[in-house]
């Protein structure tokens, strides 16, 4: 009987979220005999949990581990197939000569069907085929968001006004294309860049039914329905930093309340409000007020790095750094900087992405 359960299961999930068939023929003389990535644009961690790519393996193309991508090994000619939940927005990426930096191509998307790509020089440029539509749809949308996006800057402080006035423009364009994948990866693209904003919500039930039955749909639907949520979202899972130690609910009974900070040494607004958050720090460390800060950083230059930025910024509390991938998943971390207040239970008071702006309000609401 379980047996006959899972096999239901498992047609019904198959039924609910079908998987699309692609095949990219590509041509790369200028890589014979190296290599390439084919992999996801930069994003925060858990956006990267939408890119289901699966590839076919064979002798040349191999999945890589841990990631959400694949290893080419070039050949005059090259297939690479395999499914997608619906079209995927992807690059190639190779090596420099310095060995220390990568070469990436334009974004383009893996869509259904057969995509010939050729990549005509060591920088990656790419040529598409003419009636790839929603590559198509791409370049319209970019070239229609252009000088909204020119005022944007990734992974750093921007002016909400920008943001609410390019997700204006993307309403309207979703208006005249409900069915476009791509502007529905650029409200993706922008959660994972500038933080979370109610408009995206505004936007999302304006797609077509085809969009909005996907998996990828699906599954952002939930990212961006925990990061609107300001209701108290239960207690503050364990997280095990290996050697490091763990945060245990326990862990939070000799304080009134607990700041964690989660955030990246790739992550600029990160950095350069450090200094504002040492000075809350100061001015709440004798009034119960605990914090903890946690870095989505794993190699050890990153992790020394970490260390020199909270040394040069004179951090007085606990950094650690998430070598598990704990935090993004069992706290659906979408970004950073993310701030979570945590009261002497364990139990999520407040959740801020963005920026430090509430913070204070919040502490001294619940101090008192």
């Given amino acids: 009987m379980k047996k006959t359960s899972k096999i239901l299961l498992l047609l019904i999930s198959s039924f609910v979220f079908p998987q699309k068939q692609f095949t990219i023929e590509l041509t790369a003389p200028a890589f014979e005999k190296d290599s390439l ?12 949990s939408l890119y ?5 393996p064979d002798k040349s193309v191999s999945s890589i581990a841990n990631a959400k991508g694949a290893l080419i090994r070039i050949q005059p000619q090259n297939t690479i197939s395999g499914t997608i939940p619906c079209p995927l927005p992807m690059m190639f990426m190779a090596p420099k000569e310095d060995g220390k930096s990568f070469s990436q191509s334009k974004l383009f ?33 970019k070239e229609y968001l252009l000088e909204a996006d020119g005022k944007l800057k990734p992974f750093e402080k921007n002016d909400p ?42 936007n999302l039930p304006l797609f077509s039914n085809k969009v ?31 050697s490091e130690g763990k945060i245990t609910i326990a862990g939070f009974a000799d304080y009134k309340i607990t700041l964690v900070d989660y955030w990246s040494t790739a992550c600029k607004p990160c950095i350069q409000e450090l200094p504002e958050l040492v000075k809350m720090y100061e001015k709440y460390k004798d009034k119960g ?24 910024n004179k951090v ?3 950094n650690y750094f998430d070598i598990n991938k704990e935090f993004p998943r069992k706290l659906n971390a979408a970004g950073y900087p993310l701030f979570i207040l945590v009261d002497r239970n364990g139990k999520i ?20």
């Fill in 37 to 48: 990535l084919l992999v996801p644009p930069s994003s925060s961690r858990n956006i990267l």
């Fill in 52 to 56: 289901n790519l699966n590839v076919q």
């Fill in 109 to 141: 998307f893996i869509e259904e069907g057969l995509l010939k790509i050729k990549i005509n020089d060591q920088d990656l440029s790419l040529v598409l085929p003419g009636d790839a539509s929603v590559n198509n749809d791409y370049n319209t949308l």
């Fill in 161 to 202: 006004a920008d943001i609410e006035s390019k997700e204006k423009l993307l309403q309207a364009y979703i208006k005249k294309h409900p069915g476009s994948y791509p502007a529905f990866w650029e409200i993706v693209n922008d959660l994972s860049k500038y933080g979370f904003y109610k408009i995206y919500l505004n």
């Fill in 212 to 242: 909005k039955t996907s998996s990828c749909f699906k599954n952002f639907e939930k990212i961006l329905s925990l990061e609107n949520s300001t209701d108290v979202r239960g207690s503050f899972p364990e997280i095990n930093f290996g």
């Fill in 289 to 312: 007020v605990n914090f903890i800060s946690i870095a989505d950083d794993r190699t050890q230059q990153r992790i020394d790095l970490g260390h020199k930025i909270f040394k040069e």
């Fill in 316 to 318: 007085l509390w606990k």
């Fill in 349 to 368: 008071i407040s959740r801020e992405l963005g920026g430090q702006e509430n913070l204070e309000t919040i502490i001294k609401q619940y101090l008192k």
